[in-house]
């Protein structure tokens, strides 16, 4: 079934054009489960319950704002996607997305691997107990130090970037008489269609080595001339947020072919090939991502059927769900406080969080949905921009949809899909307190993540 592209570039004026937002929902109360954990429900008495406890105990005994990560619906993914690939792939968390030393114990007992892309990730995996040979490390500039840790410790794989990376990591492996098992980023010339800056196949930008012009081939004659190196596969990776697998064809392809030049020209069939991740999620009704079997069916299609044609054994499949697994699992909580109408453009609800705490918005034109969950209500439904606290004019969290008309400061309203990239990406722009994340599980709450306080920011102001 063919899927429209998530879309990219910008997306608003200042103004919106007459008939650019779609109508408001017919039922301004109800949960659209696609973009919910599955945990989230409104009960029959208006009261909004997540792992069954209702959203306003949890801002009362947390506070606001607050990441609340429904564990259930976080490990039932993760079940989902080992599912769908089977015991004859392998699925790797992307800790980018978000990391703790709960979600890492909690990745290990569910049976996937994790990759890290720094020290501070590799040190948070290691810390929470996961397996140094279930780990891969990523990144476009790893330091000598931290390609000396993961040497060390025995990581599973380290993703060469560069030239002067394969270099330098079978240097450190000889050094410390390791054999790393590696395998090669490419760039593959595909255009994802996403937004420019989370686009990372096309050539013009930081990641892999291309392609085109034979940089990738030159990359694997280096690395299996290297003694520290045990190169086992090719890596690629498209983009993010990503609804249209015809990228993924593309790029399978072409990581096939060079697979079919490194036997034809050495005699050696790599035994892997990693297709990332970036599959897409639903922040809003409108978005339609596809389900862990699909994509798993799709990509293992593409791949045997690329192979068979080059004559190569089938290899091993990895991919890297991050947002597709912690993305859905969180939404963040708010409380309204300052609501500013606009006659004849839309009203200003300010929360007690923003930019902040979910740069996305601001940073890639991210759209996102909102619902009132403190109460539920019959009135009209009045278009809002929600926007963050912080002294800047681009802090909008919500950047069109609609909320009750009798919206009044002291509501709870909630983003769903902040699972990823918002509290790894949360900053303290003016000094604010980056919020908690409270996993919440049959009944239960727990912080796993604390709340800042001031003392942790005069604690690393040494004046």
Known sequence: MSRSAHPAGPRHADVLPEGHYTAPPTDLNALDAKVWSRTVARNADGTVTVGGIEVARLAEEFGTPA???????????????????????????????????????????????????????????????????????????????????????????????????????????????????????????????????????????????????????????????????????????????????????????????????????????????????????????????????????????????????????????????????????AFTLYEVGTIKPLEGLRTYVSVDGGMSDNIRTALYDAEYSVALVSRVSEAEPMLVRVVGKHCESGDIVVRDAFLPSDLAPGDLIAVPATGAYCRSMASNYNHALRPPVVAVRDGQARVIVRRETEEDLLRLDVG
């Open 67 to 329: 990441y609340i990560l429904d564990e259930s619906d976080f490990r039932a993914r993760c079940r989902a996607w080992a599912h769908a690939f089977g015991p004859d792939a392998d699925v790797f968390y992307a800790g980018k997305a978000f990391l703790s030393r709960a979600v890492v114990r909690w990745l290990e007992e569910e049976g996937l691997n994790l990759d890290v892309c720094s020290g501070g990730e590799l040190t948070c995996a290691l810390d929470a107990g996961m397996p140094a040979e279930r780990i891969a490390f990523h990144g476009n500039n790893k330091t000598v130090a931290e390609i000396e840790r993961a040497v060390t410790v025995g990581v599973g794989r380290i993703v060469l970037d560069s030239f002067q990376e394969i270099a330098r990591v079978a240097h450190v492996a000889q050094r410390l008489g390791k054999r790393q098992r590696v395998q090669i980023r490419v760039t593959v010339g595909v255009e994802a269609h996403t937004h420019e800056f989370i686009a990372t196949a096309h050539e013009d930008q930081k990641f892999g080595i291309a392609l085109a012009g034979g940089e990738a081939a030159e990359a694997v004659r280096r690395a299996l001339a290297l003694d520290g190196l045990e190169l086992i596969g090719i890596h690629s990776h498209i983009g993010s947020q990503i609804f249209d697998m015809a990228g993924f064809e593309v790029s399978a392809r072409r990581v096939v072919g060079l697979l079919a030049e490194v036997r034809d020209e050495h005699g050696v069939e790599l035994p892997e090939i990693d297709l990332g991740g970036g599959l897409g999620i639903a922040y809003t009704s409108d978005d339609d991502p596809r389900e862990p079997h699909e994509i798993a069916k799709t990509l293992g299609d593409i791949v045997t059927r690329e192979c068979e044609a080059a004559g190569l054994a089938t290899p091993r499949i990895s991919v890297e769900p991050g947002r597709a697994i912690v993305g859905p699992s």
